[in-house]
């Protein structure tokens, strides 16, 4: 009986969320009849792909449009009709001017205008509205992974029952029927199953509705998480001001999402702030810790964009930094906290990145426009405002100009790019600047890998009294043999020999292997180098070594001419006189 009244309940939901927004259900339900005709009929163009694009943005913009009517108790037809008449001209407008192919640009942009309308979707009901949000968020919020978690098991086992016809009663069933499966769950089962849970206008919402398992889960697992996690960023930028050396790449990010992170949690525990003490002093005191880190990636980031310029993916980084940072000043300062002012500001952000003179596309396309500018200035290849070619840049501007040039080819247009001649492609580079555009100008850096010829199998060891094996000093720092012992440090590639407990020996191994690099410029072309090129023999009063390798590899700087090993094997012959 509870089962039945189980599956009783769901269709119950299902029809209330139609009953209550009908033209969002049938959106939804065609992007799911579109996805399946787009996989059965395998089109040669994109057009079924951004029709269904736009499908699924109707289903956030049509949530919005009956959001705000039963905010406003409007209940009159012709009014409600023309408002979602505007709406569906909206999307045809979209899909005409900002949908002409499916490309970087059109897929960031749709990705934040969808990302702005659900946010939306999120505030509207309690603009102007100074109570309940952050409990009708949650309630929202707790609906989702209902659904989630509901959808998962559905899926789970209908695919099972599917398996189970295919394998025990011989019918064969296709692996589409699956994919089909999983559309079915999410755009019918789960939308209309979350949108019936959706707290209309009067249902009032109060922090003792605050769902138990939510409340452990962030005050006794998410919240010291964060603050042991918050305590190793501080060690980690602690170690960055004594160093000097600032972080690149991930730990920007990691830090970024670390904050977006917190900026959620601050939300979540707004209404039991007075219940738990300690909520009221991670929101006093949360914000101020984090505002330095913040500070911290930001001056990372512009080191990173100071060098190599604006492109989308740093613009979005950046942005996103800054809208966190002046989210942590308002819980900072705010007497009164609305937390409203999250999902709005965040929803204008979005927008603002990719429409307008100050989104990502014009921002980075300037900036690589003034990168390009500057290192043709640099190497006097402009002249009256017209570009000169020229044989003699440097391999670092040659990699500079290639990868910009690169970037507009892959993200832009070329006519984007001052001062090329029109209809430039990627293959006129050599033609219209001098030198071929290579991939290889990445990296001033050129590989090399040298080794002893296999046939020169035997060493002669006569006049010395020790014989170490050093092929597997990645796994061992040193080796000791008697008052003898053997040390290699792999950041400076240097041997340091000490007997009895006295340095008697030291010696940096780049010398050699750059001498290899200059006389070997293509490692490539050499088929294994005599004993005799492979040895290296010094000394001084107190010993005599010999060193014999076998394997040495590495990148050699064509500019400065310095040498980076990165792995090196030899056997080291030692005479102590």
Known sequence: MKLIKSIGNIFTRLYLSLKRFPLTVLLSASTFALLIAIS??????????????????????????????????????????????????????????????????????YIAVSLALYLAFIFIPYILKKEQFEMYVITIFTGFFITILYSIVLFSGLSAILFTIDKLLGIIINGKVYYYTWLFVVFIFALSHFLAGVPRKDQK????????????????????????????????????????????????????????????????????????????????????????????????????????????????????????????????????????????????????????????????????????????????????????????????????????????????????????????????????LGFPENTSYGSPDKSFNFMRKLSDKNIDIKGYDYLIDMKNINNVQSISNSDLDVSYDYESKTIKINYANKEVYKKSLNSFVKSLANKYSDSSKVDGLPIEEMTLVDGNQKIKVKIVFINISGNKNQETQNVDINDIEFYLLVNIR
């Open 40 to 109: 059965e009929i395998n089109p040669k163009d994109d057009t079924l792909s951004k029709i269904t694009l736009i499908l699924a943005l109707g289903i956030p913009l049509s949530l919005c449009i009956k959001l705000i009517f039963e905010k406003m108790e409007e209940e009159n037809t012709y009014r409600i009709a023309s408002a979602y008449f505007g709406g569906g001209l909206i999307l045809v407008l979209y899909y005409f001017l900002l949908l002409k192919n499916i490309e970087m640009i059109t897929i960031t942009r």
């Open 205 to 432: 919402l109060t922090p003792k509705s605050y769902p138990k398992l939510l409340r452990i889960l962030i005050l006794y697992i998410v919240m010291p998480l964060l603050t042991v996690y918050t305590i190793i960023l501080y060690i980690y930028f602690g170690k960055i001001i004594l160093t000097w050396s600032w972080p690149m790449g991930i730990v920007s990010n990691l830090v970024l999402w670390y904050s977006v992170i917190v900026t959620s949690i601050l939300f979540f525990i707004t209404p039991i702030r007075e219940e738990v003490g300690f909520v009221n002093k991670f929101l006093k005191y949360a914000p101020k810790i984090i505002l330095p880190l913040l500070i911290m990636m930001l001056i990372s980031i512009g080191i990173r964009i100071n060098a190599y310029g604006v492109t989308e993916k740093r613009y979005f980084v950046v942005i996103l930094a800054l809208w966190v940072f002046f989210i942590m000043l308002y819980f900072c300062f705010s007497k009164k906290l609305r937390n409203i002012i999250i999902p709005v500001t965040l929803s204008i952000v979005a927008l603002i990145s990719v429409f307008g003179p100050i989104s990502s596309y014009s921002i980075s396309k300037m900036s690589q426009n003034n990168r390009l500018q500057k290192i043709l200035i640099k190497n006097n290849m402009i002249k009256n405002e017209k570009l000169q070619k020229s044989t003699k840049v440097s391999i670092k501007d040659r990699a500079e100009i290639s990868s910009i040039l690169r970037y507009f080819n892959d993200y832009h247009d070329f006519s984007d790019v001052k001062y090329l001649p029109v209809n430039f492609e990627l293959y006129d580079t050599n033609k219209v």
